[in-house]
């Protein structure tokens, strides 16, 4: 029996579309689960350098993983912004493994420039601050998959003394 050649053009469109459903799949699938985003706060703020132009800071960021598989991490950028106005920004291309339901501490710089700091000092001398507020906010890129997790911390320093001494305040996430 011979197959004429319209029906040979049509089963093999049919074969390649159904190998081309297949393939996607199979794609998809290797994906994996959708994994819950990290949570991102900050740890610890250190001064490195002091420049007439710029000033570098060392960040401390605590990375957990509220998931059931570590999250290897590719790389991070974030922004600083304190009392509601961006302060610093900063990237980070250092890999990270952040066990599943663990944590990892990750030591990170940021740069701002001089009229950042001029202007919460000056803010701050007329005593027009009661309360520091500061907000980090960024993304985290995963190893491996196309997508980049947003996060977001808030924390609030109370300036007023209580008993001498300025309070640490706390923090949220959002």
Do not use: W
Request: hydrophobic share 40%; charged share 20%.
């Amino acid at each position: 029996m011979r197959v004429k050649p319209r029906r040979y053009g049509a089963v093999l469109l049919r074969a390649v579309v159904s190998a081309a459903l297949l393939l996607g799949l199979a794609a998809c699938a290797s994906l994996g689960a959708r994994l819950e985003p990290p949570r991102v706060s900050l740890a610890n703020l250190q001064l490195v350098e002091f420049g007439v132009f710029e000033q570098r800071y060392r960040l401390d960021l605590r990375i957990q993983n509220p998931n059931d598989a570590e999250l290897p991490i590719a790389g991070m950028d974030f922004r600083l912004y304190l009392n509601d106005e961006e302060f610093a920004r900063g990237l980070s291309n250092q890999r990270v493994t952040v066990p599943a339901f663990g944590e990892q501490l990750v030591e990170v710089q940021v740069t701002s420039g001089l009229t950042g700091i001029l202007g919460q000092l000056q803010r701050l001398g007329q005593g027009e601050l009661k309360t520091f507020s500061y907000r980090l906010a960024g993304n985290v890129k995963p190893l491996h998959r196309a997508l980049k997790y947003p996060f977001e911390y808030r924390g609030e320093i109370d300036l007023a003394p209580a008993g001498g001494a300025a309070g640490p305040g706390s923090g949220t996430r959002d």
